[in-house]
């Protein structure tokens, strides 16, 4: 494709892809005082969050109850509770974390889309990068891309890239690596879906009642009182049942509704990834199959009906670039802290079964939470790209604990940090002192031990 007739945009930094990492990163770069322009392929920003209806954010704190994210991310959430779109950090009654945020998906869209126009970020919204060209020879710098929005064509020019796509689209494009061990190892997706009229208070009876039909970690002196009630567990109801869906438990959390409840439950495989049409048929048909064993079978749901089916199902996994450094799963379990790190995990290693039915979960040792290194947020191979999000430089069971969306916003605000330095000095990301780095996301009130 020739660049002689599209029209130029020139920026410090582009980021593509505007879920929750893209926005953090964009607002960061931003307010910095760097040039940022976004790039979001639909019309919503905050991506998964609401188009998979993700509102139940993990976690802000490690394992042992420690604060480990604060600065944009615990921005965003303050400014949802004094809207009244979210109730702030609650414990986990399910026990997996130490907390869990539930917000509401649609104020959380139209809240980062205000932050990112009241910092300055340009957003493109509807548009789709369609390729990216490096500089002659081995240049091993990416330097323009070809964005199409509205039938118009644009080639984009930013100094530095952020690769927030939710899979390694830039890497893909640009002849960079990628982490290998996605080819043999990939974990399944879910549809979501809300349920309202829920008697919550007789689940909690059942619950107490019946304790080992549940997640050996839940907290249950503290079901009567939470505002969110997580559910994982009617082991033996589920079993019995012989439902379409590869799924051992039922899964659920309150959201800000109080009889209403969000149901992560179904399981795609991922072989149906690259079938979209043929993915959603078969995750609708197990959300029908889920929601009619709860009205006919689960304490609670008797007169509940369907209020909400997210419009995407939520992929956990879509590949990742590789970076100056892979996190790994002994860095995640063994609570490794490193010299360069920018922001912190507290989630436990997560890993959902594509071929069976079960979850096998690794506690983090030491403290409750580990370190990312900045090394993980560099292209190994392309000297002016950052990873953030689900494309995060990690092996398989270490993406399993970090890609979760308060780790993925932390990372993220740390990454376009970073960007805005890398083009104020002039410097390869690679190049940057991360020193430096870590007193700028201090000042700015993120959090760095």
């Given at each position: 494709m020739t660049t002689e007739n599209l029209s130029e945009m020139i920026c410090d930094v582009a980021v593509i892809g505007g879920g929750v990492s893209g926005c953090v990163a964009a607002i960061a770069?931003?307010?910095?005082?760097?040039?940022?322009?976004?790039?979001?392929?639909?019309?919503?920003l905050s991506g998964d969050a609401f188009y998979s209806s993700v509102e139940t954010i993990l976690t802000f704190h490690s394992l042992k109850g420690k604060l480990i994210v604060k600065g944009i991310p615990g921005e965003i959430?303050?400014?949802?509770?004094?809207?009244?779109?979210?109730l702030g950090h609650v414990r986990d009654t399910v026990g997996a974390a130490w907390s869990v945020t539930p917000v509401s998906c649609a104020a959380l869209a139209l809240l980062l889309r205000k932050m990112c126009q009241d910092s300055g970020v340009k957003i493109l919204s509807g548009a789709e990068l369609l390729s990216l060209k490096k500089g002659s020879g081995s240049s091993r710098v990416i330097t323009s891309g070809v964005v199409k929005q509205d039938g118009n064509m644009i080639n984009l020019k930013p100094r530095v890239w952020i690769d927030a796509s939710g899979q390694p689209l830039l890497a893909l494009f640009g002849g960079g690596s990628l982490v290998r061990d996605l080819i043999s190892r990939r974990m399944p997706g879910a549809l979501i879906f809300h349920v309202k009229d829920v008697d919550i208070s007789l689940i909690k009876i059942y619950m107490k009642e019946n304790k080992a039909e549940f997640h050996y970690?839940?907290?249950?002196?503290?079901?009567?009182?939470?505002p969110v009630l997580g559910c994982s567990g009617f082991f033996s109801m589920i079993k019995a049942a012989s439902l379409p869906v590869a799924r051992d438990r039922l899964l659920f959390y309150q959201t800000l509704a109080p009889d209403e409840v969000s149901v992560n439950t179904s399981r795609v495989p991922a072989a149906f990834q690259s079938k979209i049409s043929s993915a959603y048929s078969e995750a609708l048909k197990q959300v029908n199959a889920i929601f009619l064993f709860m009205k006919n079978s689960v304490p609670g749901f008797k007169s509940s009906y369907i209020s909400y089916i997210a419009p995407s199902i939520g992929w956990r996994e879509n590949g990742r670039g590789k970076g100056v450094y892979i996190l790994?799963?002994?860095?995640?379990?063994?609570?490794?802290?490193?010299?360069?790190?920018?922001a912190y995990g507290g989630f436990p290693v997560d890993i959902h079964d594509d071929s069976g039915s079960g979850i096998v979960m690794n506690k983090i040792a030491g403290d409750g939470f580990y370190g990312v290194p900045y090394g993980c947020v560099v292209s190994e191979?392309?000297?002016?790209?950052?990873?953030?999000?689900?494309?995060?430089?990690?092996?398989?069971?270490?993406?399993?604990s970090v890609r979760v969306q308060a780790s993925s916003m932390a990372i993220a605000e740390a990454a376009g940090t970073a960007a805005y330095l890398a083009c104020k000095r002039k410097l390869a990301p690679r190049e940057l002192n991360v020193g430096v780095l870590k007193d700028l996301l201090r000042k700015n009130g993120a959090c760095i031990f």
């Open positions: 770069c931003a307010r910095a005082g760097a040039d940022t322009v976004l790039i979001e392929k639909r019309n919503f959430i303050d400014r949802l509770s004094s809207l009244g779109a979210s970690e839940t907290l249950f002196d503290l079901l009567e009182q939470t790994s799963a002994s860095d995640v379990v063994n609570g490794s802290r490193f010299e360069d790190e920018i191979d392309l000297d002016n790209l950052f990873f953030v999000g689900k494309g995060l430089s990690a092996e398989f069971e270490a993406h399993a």
